[in-house]
Nanobody, 118 residues
Framework: QLQLVESGGGFVQAGGSLRLSCAAS????????MGWFRQAPGKEREFVSS????????YFGDSVKDRFTISRDNAKNTVYLQMNSLEQADKAVYYC???????????WGQGTQVNVSS
């Protein structure tokens, strides 16, 4: 199965930027659509962004569409989430996920914490 490991989380002031990475193991990374989700304490998990296997198609949640970008480097088996103009509402644990062959989000990373201070 595919293994995902997120990194790049940390503390940032409001208005600042942060770049998250998700490193995948395995030999089928290119065939997987990849996504980012986040969950704040006491709130439901929220879709953030996703990108197709070939990197051509990408999608964003309404709350981040003008501030975040997603990209992938299939040669490095890595997907990135560039977060700009961060707000306190962006504080959450961010999870990387991958589509399985059944088209569900079947693979998940351990999550990385993003804290935004005023």
């Amino acid at each position: 199965q595919l293994q995902l490991v997120e990194s790049g989380g940390g503390f940032v002031q409001a208005g600042g930027s942060l770049r998250l990475s998700c490193a995948a193991s395995g030999r089928t990374f290119t065939s997987h659509s990849m996504g980012w989700f986040r969950q704040a304490p006491g709130k439901e998990r929220e879709f953030v962004s996703s990108i197709s296997g070939n990197g051509v198609f990408s999608y964003f949640g309404d709350s981040v569409k003008d501030r975040f970008t997603i990209s992938r480097d299939n040669a490095k088996n890595t997907v990135y989430l560039q977060m700009n103009s961060l707000e306190q509402a962006d504080k959450a644990v961010y999870y990387c996920a991958a589509r399985s062959v059944s088209a569900c989000w079947g693979y998940w990373g351990q999550g990385t914490q993003v804290n935004v201070s005023s």
